[in-house]
């Protein structure tokens, strides 16, 4: 089955911190100074909002279901998600979503035409894992 696929999780952002050069007299510099200040204290809280957890998309996804566990086809490779590791299923199935969610993991957010038969095939199989929807 195919599905558009998000993880939340952090990222890793690098910034330049913007840099100014200030001639002139002292009233000159302070306002260049100021003015610096303001510039990076703008980007670097820029940068923390873009690294801050958050859903990222990881695109189209292949999903294949196992005995064990689901085979996802990302990024040109074979991944697992084993079922033992699954704590909560929370499915919108109205909008054919399934949120999945672990014990130390980042959770998946799944959406597409089959993802409701998935939800209930996971469901059915984990038996008392945390579901709500």
């Known amino acids: 089955m195919l599905a558009r696929a998000w993880r939340f999780c952090a990222a890793d952002v ?22 610096s200040s303001i510039a990076r204290r703008r980007a670097r809280r820029s940068a923390e909002a873009l690294a801050a957890p958050q859903w990222r998309p990881l695109g189209e996804l292949e ?10 086809w990302h990024a040109g490779e074979w991944t697992s998600v084993w079922y033992h590791a699954i704590r909560g299923l929370y499915p ?20 597409g035409p089959e993802i409701p038969r998935l939800a209930a095939f996971l469901t059915e199989r984990l038996g008392p894992v945390s579901i709500s929807g």
Do not use: H, K, Q, W
């Open 14 to 35: 690098t910034y330049t911190a913007p840099r100014a050069v200030a001639s002139g007299g002292p009233m000159a510099f302070a306002t260049v100074a100021g003015a």
């Open 63 to 72: 999903i294949v279901v196992a005995e064990d566990r689901l085979l996802v």
């Open 92 to 111: 919108d199935l109205p909008v054919n979503r399934l949120d999945i969610f672990f014990e130390n993991d980042a959770p998946y957010c799944l959406v």
